[in-house]
């Protein structure tokens, strides 16, 4: 069977610029490398997860879709699926104790977009593979709430001591993925700004995320 993920970029509070170029991106990953695509915003979708091997929510916020398209994701996970969280899908339901399980730590406040040193923690996954040791580019750096790391695998960490602003001190982690309750999670911080959606190792990394959680072959 042909795999299938769901791209999803519903926003009720802060609304990406970068999205279009998101869902162009991961619609030409799929192209190429041999799995269907599908990118909505209609909350209606949730009826209807068990087309899709996996779901990926691109800079999301506030609400997916209320109570029914909530229950529908935890069942989805729940049953074996898989999730991806990109960039601002750390600032989606704040207020529902699952997802922030899921995703594994809430976003709080970032400083203006600017170049920072990535430490890339961990080179045995399939989304960080590819880069070397250290990585620096420029994005928007989150901070969060609280550090996912004693419930993740942390896969980036930022270097605090490369930019203005940071305010997690020196385990910044930016991108993880870890089991839950039956599926596999992976969220990266990385992809505000338009342009991440044409560097080729922002597209690997995504790519190699994706994968892991739907459980893709090489």
């Not at 279009?20 to 990118?39: M, Q, S, Y």
């Not at 980036?156 to 309750?181: F, N």
């Not at 599926?183 to 911080?189: D, E, I, V």
């Amino acid at each position: 069977m042909r795999l299938r993920i769901l791209v999803y970029s519903r926003t009720t509070d802060y609304r990406h610029d970068s999205i279009p170029a998101g869902v162009a991106a991961l619609r030409t990953l799929g192209r190429t490398h041999r799995f269907d695509v599908e990118a909505t915003e209609d909350p209606a979708v949730f009826d209807e997860l068990d087309r899709f091997t996996a779901v990926a929510l691109l800079s999301t916020s506030g609400s997916i879709g209320g109570p029914a398209a909530r229950a529908a994701l935890e069942s989805f996970v729940r049953a074996g699926g898989g999730f991806a969280g990109i960039h601002g899908a750390a600032t989606t339901e704040y207020e529902w104790p699952f997802f922030g399980t899921l995703i594994g730590a809430w976003f709080d406040r970032h400083p203006h977009v600017q170049p920072a040193r990535i430490i890339v923690e961990d080179r045995a996954h399939a989304s960080t593979a590819h880069l070397p040791e250290v990585w620096t580019r420029t994005d928007e750096w989150y901070d969060f709430r609280t550090n996912p790391r004693p419930s993740v695998r942390v896969l980036l960490r930022a270097d605090e001591s490369s930019y203005e602003g940071g305010t997690m001190g020196p385990d910044h982690p930016l991108a993880w993925c870890h089991e839950h309750l039956g599926g596999r999670s992976f969220y990266t911080a990385l992809g505000h700004t338009t342009e991440s959606y044409e560097e080729p190792a922002v597209l690997q990394h995504l790519l190699g995320g994706l994968r892991w959680a739907a459980r893709m072959g090489p």
